[in-house]
Structures are given as C-alpha cells and as structure tokens.
C-alpha cells in the first residue's frame, strides 16, 4: 500500500465518520425517532461502560483457569469495588475515579505479582 492509498483511505474514511456522526445534527429537526428508540438510547451509554470496564476487571491472563476463578489478589477487581463502594458514599464522580485509581496504583505498587 501506497501514501496514495492511505490518504485516500483517511479522507474516506474521514467523510464517512463526518457524515455518521452529524447525520442526526443537520437532519434533527425533520427526523424524528420513535419514543421507543429514544428509551432504549437511554441505556446505551452504561451499556457501553460496562462493556468496556467489565472484561478489564475479569481479564483472566492464564488460559487454563476460568472465568468464575476468585482470586483477592486482583489489583482490577480490588479497585473497582472500592470505587463502586466510593461512589455509593460520595455520589462524586471525580472522588470516584481518583480513589478507584489511587487504589488500582496502590495495589499494583505494593501486591505481589499474580
């Protein structure tokens, strides 16, 4: 592959990720969606938090052991149930990202490697 074909690969796909994205900014007003859609797209942005957070926390490195495998050590799990705990008592967000990675560094610091 060429430079030709890259740029031509990055305006391409520029002018589909701007037509993408700005499809229901320019055309908002005249394109309604259903109300059942609108519910639904209320859910999508901790649909996808947890997609992203959840296979991070449960990442299992060794092959041979399973999903259901405990371990206490897990810097990963450690943390994310003290921030889940931090969120519940301080309703912060910022407090809420701050202590779960201070937690995460803590323990990644000071446990030993799993």
Same mark, same amino acid.
């Given at each position: ?18 037509? *993408? ?10 394109? =309604? !969606?259903? #109300?059942?859609?609108?519910?639904? $797209? ?21 092959? *041979? ?10 810097? =990963? !799990?450690? #943390?994310?149930?003290?921030?889940? $705990? ?29």
């Amino acid at each position: 592959m060429n430079a030709l074909h890259m740029w031509l690969a990055f305006i391409g796909l520029g002018i589909v990720t701007l037509c *993408t994205r700005s499809f229901f900014l320019l055309l908002g007003a005249r394109f =309604q !969606l259903p #109300a059942s859609v609108q519910e639904y $797209l209320k859910y999508a942005p901790i649909a996808a938090l947890i997609a992203i957070v959840i296979p991070e926390v449960f990442y299992i490195r060794d092959p *041979t052991t399973t999903l259901y495998t405990f371990q206490w050590q897990w810097p =990963q !799990l450690i #943390a994310t149930i003290s921030a889940v $705990l931090t969120c519940i008592i301080t309703k912060s967000v910022l407090v809420t990202i701050f202590g779960g990675i201070a937690v995460y560094s803590l323990l990644k610091i000071f446990l030993p490697v799993i």
